[in-house]
């Protein structure tokens, strides 16, 4: 048993207009609270389009709930002639507690790489936000067993300048990219597996105390049918979920198999 706290991250992608996303957390709130859902025990966190932030924000805030909010993306720039480019004092400003960087769609279809999400993890961490940082190997990588040394050496790649520091406030999601969308999910033994190697080179990198404090998330067609099992795993601390996430009833139960 470790002591960090669990995490069940929602990422809604481009899905829910700002109507849609206040029903939604209007809901997830009831559910939650319906089911006496315990927050210090495994935390919770939604990650609208950006033009759904400052409705979440307002609702979050006059109900109080104790649903945490992020950004799907995230500028390198603090301001200026980038059009398009929300920046890390904007999303701060709207409460987000989180960014989601090196997200596979991202780094497709913008694409951004490595140098580009260690300036949006710096951003992140400026402003106070965690940064959840996506890595994970794709089919060609695992069928040529490469899989464990792909995804410890983007964590790498994009941590190895952070001080002890900043380094423990980040959170790691192993997203094979393989396994997201398409319903093939992880065996448990490989997300563990994954997560251990990422903890392991954290220690190696930073100190033992930097790799027991970062949480290391699973994402790639979790559902309420595979939870229980990934959510066994030692080094397995939560999960980053896009599809299931959609559906209020499945994401109320697997937050409550966390
Ligand atoms: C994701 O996009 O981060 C993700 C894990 O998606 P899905 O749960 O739909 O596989």
Same mark, same amino acid.
């Given at each position: 048993m470790n002591a960090r706290i669990p995490m069940v991250a929602g990422n809604w992608k481009m899905n829910f207009d700002h109507i849609e996303a206040t029903a939604f957390v209007q809901k997830f709130a009831w559910n939650l609270k319906n089911a006496h859902f315990n927050f210090r025990r495994c935390e919770v966190a939604l990650f609208p389009s950006f033009t759904s932030l400052r409705s979440v924000q307002v609702l979050v805030q006059s109900d109080k709930l104790k649903i945490h909010y992020g950004a799907q993306a995230i500028s390198v720039t603090s301001q200026g002639a980038f059009t398009g480019d929300v920046s890390a004092d904007m999303l701060a400003a709207l409460g987000c507690s989180y960014v989601i960087v090196g997200h596979s769609e991202r780094r497709k279809y913008h694409p951004e790489d490595d140098a580009d999400? !260690?300036? =949006? !993890?710096?951003? %992140?961490?400026?402003?106070?936000?965690?940064?959840?940082?996506?890595?994970? $190997?794709?089919?060609?990588?695992?069928?040529q067993g490469i899989e464990l040394d792909f995804a410890v050496g983007q964590v790498?790649? !994009?941590?190895?300048?952070?001080? +002890? $520091? $900043?380094?423990?406030?980040?959170?790691? &999601?192993?997203?094979?990219?393989? &396994?997201?969308?398409?319903?093939? !999910?992880?065996?448990? =033994?490989?997300?563990?597996?994954?997560?251990? %190697?990422?903890? $392991?080179?954290?220690?190696?990198?930073?100190? +033992? =105390?930097?790799? =027991?404090?970062?949480?290391?998330?699973?994402?790639g067609s979790v559902t309420s049918k595979n939870a229980v099992e990934l959510i066994g795993q030692e080094d397995v601390d939560g999960f980053l979920i896009g599809g299931a996430a959609l559906h209020v009833d499945e994401l109320t139960t697997i937050c409550k198999q966390v």
């Open positions: 999400i !260690v300036d =949006q !993890v710096r951003a %992140a961490l400026a402003d106070g936000m965690q940064p959840i940082l996506c890595v994970g $190997e794709s089919f060609e990588e695992r069928r790498r790649d !994009v941590t190895r300048d952070l001080s +002890d $520091e $900043e380094a423990s406030r980040l959170i790691v &999601a192993y997203e094979p990219v393989w &396994a997201i969308g398409t319903g093939m !999910v992880a065996t448990p =033994q490989s997300a563990q597996d994954a997560a251990h %190697a990422i903890r $392991e080179d954290l220690k190696a990198t930073f100190n +033992d =105390q930097v790799a =027991q404090t970062v949480r290391i998330l699973y994402g």
